[in-house]
């Protein structure tokens, strides 16, 4: 790094901390924290939807999975389109969430079932949450000091041992988050993520296009041919049958959690929230297809590129240096997640490595922000309000909700402190995100089912957390014991070990069935004769609230167009999107079931069919990304804009607080 990489990462930070003062005036009440006060229109839903849910630990995950596997897992994600397409146009779940118009889920339990509901759903899934987040600061951390090389610092208090450069990265970078949260909740993360992520597009062109003209199709599929093994190809989707982890069964699950946990996980529930109606929510969602592309492309491109740079003989005396620092890394776990940001701080040039780290820095701020407000508000909104029996003023409650979020920042320091890492990342997030498996069948099954019930609910919530509870306690306690112990305990801590030894993957998906089995079984059982009246909670009929739903048309529409979500509040220009949007994932999806149709039916594609095929995917991606950004780009100005001008004329309610009975 030198003195122009580290001049821009600088002039980032002080550009969004300018931001976040000047957005913070804007913060006068609880609707404006927590939700932007429902003001936010589809690009910038979007754009910082986008931001939230791809972090900076999620980048180091994902480029660990495409080092170890290559190409093949973008080829089983093709049968996640068509299921995608119907759950964003269909509106799935989140849809009629912003229809309730609450602020959290656990705030819907509790309109719909009971305010035990909500405030046991609040607890399991504010404890899932801070675990889940509590390794973040950690990775991306180390992400920073190995890609930068900043000098180790040990320091050793007997009790405990650690490194005091990690420790200071994570205080700082945590801060920042924490700021940008605190000045002003929700209406700066929504504008600092969506700015951030406007940035980071163009970026990815910047990289895309360097990486492409620095290393040659040729070394890199011939890289990938060298490194594949039988049945661990990483060109041939179809010869993967050995791969331990990111293997079909992997990304089958991952497909179920799309429909079961649409929005189970609540990381980035004020996202959520803050549409400025129900279908600028759905556009925002759909909009989030096209946003992907460029992401998608580099998240890949650079493992690979960075395989390719570490094993072809151009570079390897770059590439020698790139390992030695790898091979100083003690820890196998860390150095397996760093092998590729280490190769990456030798591949790129100065000005580039600053716009890395200038985008790393985006993706761990807009996720760090986004959960620390989601969890921190989690506990006041789902946990102590109910509980409360006076209304706090406005006053008083932000500030209660900013203090709840300094306590997770401060737990997630000292968890990422202390937390020894034995797995995958994704698999850790997994496990974590496992604990509130119960949330999903609560969820579907209020929206959705009238004879869904609250013993249903808590049967279904309790089942979902402990399992995953279990093994991760199990995790930690093999992991420090050298030897078992022989005796009366000998049998148990082997079922221990053998728990622990599970892929994560399939647990989560033996918890999600398990839920959802014990919620439709309970829920039969104690409904008798009463169903819910679903429309007092989703405001339709004669609950429907003025402006929640804006038909845009009173021209009758085809059977067809009902079929894939395309209803009257959508205009020309929307259904445009959509239709594009339906082609362009079908098209893809189309082509997966041909070549598995010929893999099945008649020979299996040779190598040559594979590195060409790839080399089509990353070319147009990138050719259908750049106009994309731009156009998503010019959107997520304009919705900004048109945010403030909201939020200066707007009359807030004092009683929009997340208090049940209260719709303002």
Same mark, same amino acid.
């Given at each position: /790094?030198?003195?122009?990489?580290?001049?821009?990462?600088?002039? =980032?930070?002080?550009?969004?901390?300018?931001?976040?003062?000047?957005?913070?005036?804007?913060?006068?009440?609880?609707?404006?924290?927590?939700?932007?006060?429902?003001?936010?229109?589809?690009?910038?839903?979007?754009?910082?939807?986008?931001?939230?849910?791809?972090?900076?630990? =999620?980048?180091?995950?994902?480029?660990?999975?495409?080092?170890?596997?290559?190409?093949?897992?973008?080829?089983?994600?093709?049968?996640?389109?068509?299921? !995608?397409?119907?759950?964003?146009?269909?509106?799935?779940?989140?849809?009629?969430?912003?229809?309730?118009?609450?602020?959290?889920?656990?705030?819907?339990?509790?309109?719909?079932?009971?305010?035990?509901?909500?405030?046991?759903?609040?607890?399991?899934?504010? /404890?899932?949450?801070?675990?889940?987040?509590?390794?973040?600061?950690?990775?991306?951390?180390?992400?920073?000091?190995?890609?930068?090389?900043?000098?180790?610092?040990?320091?050793?208090?007997?009790?405990?041992?650690?490194?005091?450069?990690?420790?200071?990265? /994570?205080?700082?970078?945590?801060?920042?988050?924490?700021?940008?949260?605190?000045?002003?909740?929700?209406?700066?993360?929504?504008?600092?993520?969506?700015?951030?992520? /406007?940035?980071?597009?163009?970026?990815?062109?910047?990289?895309?296009?360097?990486?492409?003209?620095?290393?040659?199709?040729?070394?890199?599929?011939?890289?990938?041919?060298?490194?594949?093994?039988?049945?661990?190809?990483?060109?041939?989707?179809?010869?993967?049958?050995?791969?331990?982890?990111?293997?079909?069964?992997?990304?089958?699950?991952?497909?179920?959690?799309?429909?079961?946990?649409?929005?189970?996980?609540?990381?980035?529930?004020?996202?959520?929230?803050?549409?400025?109606?129900?279908?600028?929510?759905?556009?925002?969602?759909?909009?989030?297809?096209?946003?992907?592309?460029?992401?998608?492309?580099?998240?890949?491109?650079?493992?690979?590129?960075?395989?390719?740079?570490?094993?072809?003989? =151009?570079?390897?005396?770059?590439?020698?240096?790139?390992?030695?620092?790898?091979?100083?890394?003690?820890?196998?776990?860390?150095?397996?997640?760093?092998?590729?940001?280490?190769?990456?701080?030798?591949?790129?040039?100065?000005?580039?490595?600053?716009?890395?780290?200038?985008?790393?820095?985006?993706?761990?701020?807009?996720?760090?922000? !986004?959960?620390?407000?989601?969890?921190?508000?989690?506990?006041?909104?789902?946990?102590?309000?109910?509980?409360?029996?006076?209304?706090?003023?406005?006053?008083?409650?932000?500030?209660?909700?900013?203090?709840?979020?300094?306590?997770?920042?401060?737990?997630?320091?000292?968890?990422?402190?202390?937390?020894?890492?034995?797995?995958?990342?994704?698999?850790?997030?997994?496990?974590?995100?496992?604990?509130?498996?119960?949330?999903?069948?609560?969820?579907?099954?209020?929206?959705?089912?009238?004879?869904?019930?609250?013993?249903?609910?808590?049967?279904?919530?309790?089942?979902?957390?402990?399992?995953?509870?279990?093994?991760?306690?199990?995790?930690?306690?093999?992991?420090?014991?050298?030897?078992?112990?022989?005796?009366?305990?000998?049998?148990?801590?082997?079922?221990?070990?053998?728990?622990?030894?599970?892929?994560?993957?399939?647990?989560?998906?033996?918890?999600?069935?398990?839920?959802?089995?014990?919620?439709?079984?309970?829920?039969?059982?104690?409904?008798?004769?009463?169903?819910?009246?679903?429309?007092?909670?989703?405001?339709?009929?004669?609950?429907?609230?003025?402006?929640?739903?804006?038909?845009? !048309?009173?021209?009758?529409?085809?059977?067809?167009?009902?079929?894939?979500?395309?209803?009257?509040?959508?205009?020309?220009?929307?259904?445009?999107?959509?239709?594009?949007?339906?082609?362009?994932?079908?098209?893809?999806?189309?082509?997966?079931?041909?070549?598995?149709?010929?893999?099945?039916?008649?020979?299996?594609?040779?190598?040559?069919?594979?590195?060409?095929?790839?080399?089509?995917?990353?070319?147009?991606?990138?050719?259908?990304?750049?106009?994309?950004?731009?156009?998503?780009?010019?959107?997520?100005?304009?919705?900004?804009?048109?945010?403030?001008?909201?939020?200066?004329?707007?009359?807030?309610?004092?009683?929009?607080?997340?208090?049940?009975?209260?719709?303002?």
């Amino acid at each position: /790094m030198t003195t122009v990489d580290w001049g821009i990462v600088a002039g =980032s930070i002080i550009f969004l901390t300018v931001i976040c003062i000047i957005l913070s005036r804007f913060v006068q009440g609880v609707a404006d924290f927590m939700a932007a006060n429902r003001s936010a229109g589809r690009y910038l839903l979007t754009i910082s939807g986008g931001m939230a849910g791809v972090g900076a630990i =999620s980048v180091v995950a994902l480029l660990e999975v495409y080092a170890v596997a290559g190409f093949p897992p973008i080829w089983w994600q093709l049968v996640r389109y068509p299921i !995608t397409i119907v759950l964003i146009l269909s509106g799935w779940v989140y849809y009629r969430f912003r229809e309730t118009r609450c602020f959290t889920v656990a705030q819907f339990y509790e309109t719909r079932y009971n305010k035990t509901t909500r405030i046991y759903a609040g607890l399991v899934v504010y /404890m899932s949450g801070i675990l889940n987040f509590g390794i973040f600061p950690a990775v991306a951390s180390r992400f920073f000091i190995h890609f930068c090389g900043l000098p180790e610092i040990p320091i050793d208090w007997g009790w405990i041992a650690f490194d005091g450069m990690f420790a200071i990265v /994570m205080l700082v970078t945590l801060s920042l988050a924490l700021l940008y949260t605190c000045l002003g909740g929700q209406i700066t993360i929504i504008v600092t993520d969506c700015i951030q992520g /406007m940035f980071t597009s163009l970026v990815f062109i910047v990289l895309a296009l360097y990486l492409l003209n620095k290393f040659a199709w040729s070394d890199i599929a011939m890289t990938l041919l060298e490194k594949s093994q039988e049945n661990q190809s990483m060109l041939n989707p179809y010869r993967t049958g050995e791969v331990e982890h990111f293997n079909l069964y992997f990304y089958l699950i991952e497909f179920f959690y799309l429909f079961y946990g649409f929005m189970e996980w609540q990381g980035n529930q004020s996202g959520r929230t803050s549409g400025l109606n129900a279908h600028e929510q759905k556009m925002g969602q759909v909009l989030g297809t096209w946003r992907i592309l460029l992401q998608t492309l580099l998240i890949v491109l650079i493992p690979i590129c960075a395989l390719t740079f570490l094993n072809v003989e =151009s570079y390897s005396s770059e590439a020698t240096q790139a390992q030695a620092a790898i091979d100083s890394i003690g820890d196998e776990h860390i150095a397996r997640q760093m092998s590729v940001p280490v190769t990456l701080s030798y591949m790129l040039p100065t000005g580039l490595k600053g716009l890395f780290v200038a985008i790393m820095l985006a993706f761990l701020i807009t996720t760090q922000d !986004t959960y620390l407000h989601s969890w921190g508000t989690i506990f006041v909104q789902d946990v102590v309000l109910p509980l409360r029996e006076k209304p706090f003023t406005p006053k008083q409650h932000v500030w209660l909700l900013r203090i709840s979020i300094i306590f997770v920042a401060i737990f997630a320091f000292f968890f990422s402190l202390l937390y020894k890492q034995t797995d995958f990342i994704l698999m850790f997030m997994a496990i974590t995100g496992a604990v509130v498996s119960g949330t999903g069948a609560m969820l579907i099954g209020g929206l959705y089912w009238r004879r869904g019930t609250t013993a249903g609910a808590l049967s279904a919530l309790t089942v979902g957390w402990l399992i995953p509870v279990t093994l991760l306690i199990g995790e930690q306690i093999v992991t420090r014991m050298e030897v078992v112990p022989a005796g009366d305990h000998g049998m148990l801590l082997q079922a221990m070990i053998w728990l622990t030894e599970q892929n994560k993957q399939y647990v989560w998906f033996s918890s999600m069935l398990s839920c959802l089995i014990v919620y439709i079984v309970v829920s039969l059982i104690t409904s008798g004769n009463r169903r819910a009246q679903l429309d007092r909670f989703l405001h339709r009929g004669e609950y429907e609230i003025e402006g929640e739903h804006v038909k845009l !048309t009173e021209a009758s529409l085809s059977t067809w167009w009902k079929i894939i979500g395309i209803t009257r509040e959508f205009s020309r220009g929307d259904r445009l999107i959509a239709f594009l949007t339906v082609g362009w994932n079908l098209g893809w999806f189309l082509l997966f079931v041909v070549v598995t149709l010929y893999e099945l039916l008649y020979a299996s594609l040779p190598t040559e069919f594979w590195t060409g095929f790839w080399n089509f995917w990353i070319w147009i991606n990138l050719i259908i990304g750049i106009p994309v950004t731009i156009w998503l780009t010019i959107g997520g100005i304009r919705d900004i804009s048109r945010l403030l001008r909201r939020l200066r004329t707007a009359k807030r309610d004092a009683r929009d607080d997340g208090t049940v009975g209260v719709i303002p």
